[in-house]
């Protein structure tokens, strides 16, 4: 059995339990430890079962304290996968997906840990309808034409310990590459400062949403969803957004480097995904206009 510890947001509770299901799709009993959220602050606690229809089995307490000691020891004698190392992140470890038991603590960002496993992942992270009249009219508009899902992600990002949101140097070019590829894009701009995207993003034809909040932000990855193409940050929520668009066409631009403290991260990025360079900034640092 694999115990895999769920934590973090919902893009980051979403690539923990698309890591499981790679391990289900081989056979392997997988079960949740969603311990974490008993202490964790902030976020919308865990979502997985209240946006998508999954049915994860979930571990004791028993469970989770005999595979953790388990998996110490094993990995302090044989060196095996337990805890995500820091220059692990966003970068895959085959050596992961080879276990047959054990626990798992990390966030598993990377396409190649359940790629071979992607038809049960879309099919278990599959939306209910949008109902409310607000969401239905722009799903409406985002089906109607050359839809372009932009996210912007601030707040956190900005704080001088972190500095890791994107300098509009990013989004000036990832702008400038759909306007020379696509005809008649429209933008649909997503930011958890929607007020500082709309004095700076000067984008032609342009859609603001910033309507669904608290235990309804996940609409807006799903209205992410069903945009044509994407431009995403460095924003696990996006990266979601940008991976379950069905359009067989589409174009994803992605930031590289992915953070300002791992210049690598070279796996976040699925292959046929389009990286542009980033810069980072901060709250001190001067921003320029698209």
């Known amino acids: 059995m694999i115990i895999i510890q769920?934590?973090?947001?919902l893009g980051n509770q979403m690539f923990q339990y698309a890591l499981g299901l790679s391990f289900v799709s081989r056979g392997v009993s997988v079960k949740l430890d969603i311990s974490k959220f008993e202490t964790q602050q902030g976020h919308n606690g865990f979502e997985l079962q209240n946006v998508f229809a999954v049915h994860p089995?979930?571990?004791s307490g028993v469970e989770i304290k005999l595979l953790k000691t388990f998996s110490k020891l094993r990995h302090k004698i044989l060196g095996t996968p337990y805890k995500e190392k820091a220059a692990w992140q966003w970068q895959y470890q085959a050596e992961v997906n080879k276990l047959q038991n054990g626990y798992l603590k990390g966030y598993w960002q990377c396409e190649k840990y359940f790629s071979h496993a992607a038809g049960l992942v879309k099919q278990q992270f599959n939306f209910s309808a949008v109902t409310d009249e607000v969401n239905s009219a722009m799903l409406n508009k985002i089906r109607n034409c050359n839809s372009v899902?932009?996210?912007?992600r601030r707040g956190d990002y900005l704080s001088p310990g972190i500095g890791a949101s994107l300098g509009m140097e990013y989004?000036?070019?990832?702008?400038k590459y759909i306007n020379d590829t696509i005809t008649s894009p429209v933008y649909f701009i997503f930011s958890d400062d929607i007020e500082w995207a709309k004095e700076n993003i000067q984008a032609a034809d342009k859609e603001f949403i910033s309507w669904n909040k608290g235990n309804n932000s996940y609409i807006d990855m799903q209205l992410m969803s069903n945009c044509k193409h994407n431009i995403i940050a460095n924003s696990s929520f996006s990266w979601w957004g940008a991976w379950l668009n069905s359009n067989t066409e589409k174009l994803v631009i992605a930031p590289r480097p992915w953070m300002p403290s791992h210049t690598s991260g070279k796996d976040i990025i699925p292959e046929k995904w389009i990286p542009l360079p980033a810069a980072f900034v901060n709250h001190n640092q001067h921003e320029q206009t698209i």
């Open 6 to 9: 769920v934590e973090g947001g």
């Open 57 to 59: 089995l979930y571990c």
């Open 149 to 152: 899902s932009l996210h912007i």
């Open 171 to 175: 989004y000036i070019e990832a702008i």
